[in-house]
């Protein structure tokens, strides 16, 4: 849990009460939560300012272990996985009560590690790229920051949509973005995007700052500039490009959606590395430094399935 705002020593391992199950609610015993950005960015204070102690965590699957009144279509001792519900979080726990409205039945193919890892990524990718940029196929497409958790997702599904696949990231990571449907990378620490990429119909951006403002250079007029990360102050964008920021809803319909695109094949699990939940401050240090490829996950140590 996190003692106070601050670093990574604030989040301490310790005992919380037991949450429950409260009316259209279940509880789940978290098998695995998986490190967002988010997460570091609520601990530093960026976001809001919050009660201490607190649970941080968006992203997890696990077994259902109480159901709450009303709760129909969810049983004890299902697999089920999810993400927190918007201003809440709570993860990085051994247990989690969550709105069963809003999570959705893992499948016996998809391991806790990996769906933990899918959720807030696919559900954030899915409603940038189909709900907000509407992306077309034989659009072209620039997701900066390929190499990370939701553009990994953003790449994969991009090019199931059919679109041309332009990412930018390091060397050292070429390899990995192009495995995942990449047609052209650019490495950011030795060329300049706006040289080398034009007439872009669509910008994902992913970085924030003075990335997303070089962004437009590299959009068609009429294009759309999507971003996650906030943009860079005192900055006045294209007045002929569309700016859009998703609204990610917490829903099961999307969730869902990522499990059918990756039983067809389209999508598949992230480059994962776990760490215990006791050592969750060392993996948001390794998170903050932003060079990592694909994503954290935080295991309770409970029986993999």
């Known amino acids: 849990m996190l003692t106070d705002h ?14 429950v199950a409260g009316p259209g ?6 098998h695995a939560a998986s490190v ?38 969810l049983a004890v001792g299902d697999a089920v996985f999810g993400v927190a519900d918007q201003g809440k979080d709570g993860a ?46 034989g659009e072209t497409i620039l997701i900066q920051g390929g190499a990370g958790g939701v553009a990994g997702f953003a790449i994969q599904l991009a090019k199931h949509l059919g679109a041309t696949v332009i990412t930018t990231a390091s060397a050292g990571n070429a390899d990995y973005v192009r495995s995942l449907g990449a047609d052209q990378v650019i490495d950011y620490n030795s060329q300049d995007f706006t040289k080398v990429v034009h007439d872009c119909d669509v910008v994902f951006d992913t970085v924030g700052g ?29 007045q002929d490009i569309e700016t859009l920021r998703p609204a990610v809803t917490r829903d099961r319909a999307h969730l869902e959606r990522m499990l059918a695109l ?28 932003r060079h990592l490829t694909g994503k954290l996950v935080l295991v309770t140590g409970r029986a993999a399935g």
């Open 36 to 73: 967002n950005a988010a997460d570091y960015k609520v601990r530093q204070g960026g976001y809001f300012k919050l009660t201490f102690p607190y649970i941080l965590g968006r992203d997890f699957s696990g077994l259902v272990s109480a159901v709450g009144d009303g709760v129909t279509d």
């Open 25 to 30: 609610e279940v509880v789940v015993d978290v």
């Open 262 to 289: 990756l039983e067809a094949g389209a999508v598949w699990p992230p480059n994962i590395v776990c760490y215990g939940l006791a050592d969750a401050a060392e993996a948001h240090r390794v998170a903050e430094a």
């Open 210 to 238: 003075d990335v997303q403002a070089r962004s437009y250079q590299v959009l068609k007029s009429g294009g759309r500039l999507v971003f996650i990360a906030p943009p860079k102050k005192d900055f006045t964008p294209r």
């Open 6 to 19: 601050g670093g990574p020593e604030n989040l301490r391992y310790g005992d919380a009460p037991d949450p």
């Open 92 to 137: 990085y726990a051994e247990k989690i009560a969550i709105k069963a409205a809003i999570i959705a039945r893992k499948p016996a193919t998809l391991s806790h590690e990996a769906a933990a890892a899918m959720g807030l990524s696919s559900l954030t990718a899915l409603w940038a790229l189909e709900d907000t940029a509407r992306l077309k196929a």
